[in-house]
């Protein structure tokens, strides 16, 4: 009760300075000998003074420390944290193979229908190495990319044609979220970054920066998938178009035959 700042210890000295300066005020107005000593009453008021504004300063300066030490506190409590002090009980090698397990930030996927080499995420693996890029590279320091970029039912950025990019881009988010990189999205607004991560920090974590953290194989694995993915939509492109000559043909075959009749 008197080894922290208190309301009362800043609430008493303040209640009492409002009489002691009107006895003051009394005694160096009536004149004679009061108003010789009305330098007790103004010593007083000056004393409860300053004791009241010390006493306020230092309650509202613990009062702050211990809302910062909470929300720095809750910004600290991520999953990660909590799940290594749960494991201080486990067995030593079962620690060490869990650290072992969490080194790993990509996960090798074959393709084999179309022969390529994809990477997902490890902790997501519905997310591949190729939306992540291409969400990083459309977001900015301050906010993630916004969903509305994607289309509906698009699954361009699976080989495979199974997931769908906007289950990809709430897999990705919902990762984010766990680690306490970025928040939910409100409203119209996209998700913002979460201090002090930003999009080149988070592809520096994931390992899509080009530096150490990049596997040679991964980064040629990430080409590969790349150049199929194009030769695929240059593919489709040719495709369309093929059939687009066709029908005009057959539109211009029937005219003529209309014409003919």
Request: aromatic share 12%; net charge negative.
């Amino acid at each position: 009760m008197f080894d922290r700042p208190r309301n009362w210890k800043w609430m008493m000295p303040a209640v009492f300075t409002a009489p002691c300066l009107f006895w003051w005020n009394d005694w160096a107005t009536s004149g004679g000998a009061w108003e010789e000593l009305a330098v007790i009453p103004l010593a007083l008021t000056i004393v409860l003074f300053v004791a009241a504004a010390m006493n306020f300063v230092l309650y509202i300066y613990d009062r702050w420390a211990d809302l910062y030490a909470t929300v720095q506190t809750a910004r600290n409590s991520t999953p990660e944290v909590r799940m290594f002090e749960a494991a201080k009980g486990m067995h030593p090698d079962a620690v060490q193979a869990l650290l072992i397990h969490r080194r790993a930030i990509w996960r090798i996927k074959y393709v084999p229908l179309k022969d390529i080499a994809d990477w997902i995420l490890d902790e997501a693996p519905t997310v591949h190495a190729g939306f992540v890029d291409f969400v990083l590279d459309h977001s900015g320091n301050g906010s993630v990319m916004s969903k509305r970029l994607l289309s509906d039912k698009s699954k361009q950025f699976d080989p495979e044609g199974l997931i769908t990019d906007y289950q990809q881009y709430d897999d990705l988010i919902s990762l984010l979220q766990q680690k306490l990189m970025c928040t939910q999205a409100f409203g119209n607004q996209p998700p913002q970054w979460l201090a002090p991560w930003n999009a080149d920090l988070v592809r520096r974590r994931f390992g899509l920066d080009g530096d150490q953290y990049v596997v040679e194989e991964q980064s040629e694995a990430m080409a590969a998938l790349r150049r199929a993915q194009a030769v695929q939509k240059t593919a489709a492109r040719q495709d369309v178009i093929e059939k687009a000559l066709e029908g005009l043909e057959q539109t211009q075959e029937m005219r003529a035959r209309a014409r003919t009749i």
